[in-house]
């Protein structure tokens, strides 16, 4: 189960400093197969290319869409070793990109929704997401990808409990 309370040492430390806890592993198949069907479908648009033009054609999109998907896999192998998340006393804060390096720190009491949620892949893999709305940007969001449905509610938890504790 997860821990109630976060890392005393983690508390005061700058959020660059901080130790992330990783994704699940099975989280990078959850990425390579959604890329395997999302680059299948193109590939199958990109055959329709010969009821309108030229096979020229379809050979350069083909070629393009296999190029993509080649780089695509590197940088999700990468991808993945970044992501990760820190719960904090006051604060949860996510890890990701790659390209665009990312991190996102959500104050508790900014916090006004959290769900879990899956979707069909990730579903097959045993994997959830948890989504944390936050009010004070816009309604903007944070999903955590990649947790097993038990850390996934074991996150939400924590979190509902801290939003208790601020509403007392």
């Known amino acids: 189960m997860y821990e109630q309370s976060p890392d005393r040492d983690q508390i ?8 992330y806890e990783p994704v699940n592993p099975r989280f990078r198949s959850v990425q390579i197969v959604s890329a395997v069907i999302a680059y299948s479908l193109l590939a199958v648009l ?12 379809c050979i350069a ?23 990760g998340y820190a719960l904090r006393e006051h604060d949860i804060t996510y890890r990701g990109g790659v ?26 893999f045993g994997l959830s997401a948890i989504d944390i709305v936050n009010g004070a940007q816009g309604l903007s ?7 097993t449905k038990e850390k996934a509610d ?10 208790n504790n601020n509403h007392d």
Do not use: M
């Not at 969001?141 to 947790?147: E, N, P, R, V």
């Not at 074991?154 to 939003?163: D, E, F, G, P, Y």
């Open 12 to 19: 005061n430390r700058p959020i660059d400093e901080l130790h």
């Open 46 to 57: 990109a055959l329709l290319l010969l009821l309108v033009d030229t096979y020229w054609w």
């Open 61 to 83: 999109a083909e070629i393009v869409i296999t190029v993509s998907f080649i780089i695509n896999l590197k940088i999700l192998r990468k991808a993945y070793k970044f992501k």
């Open 99 to 124: 390209i665009f390096p990312k991190i996102t720190t959500v104050p508790f009491s900014k916090i006004q929704q959290v769900s879990i949620k899956q979707n069909p892949v990730s579903k097959y």
């Open 141 to 147: 969001s944070l999903a955590i990808q990649g947790l």
């Open 154 to 163: 074991a996150i939400k938890n924590v979190i509902t409990q801290r939003l």
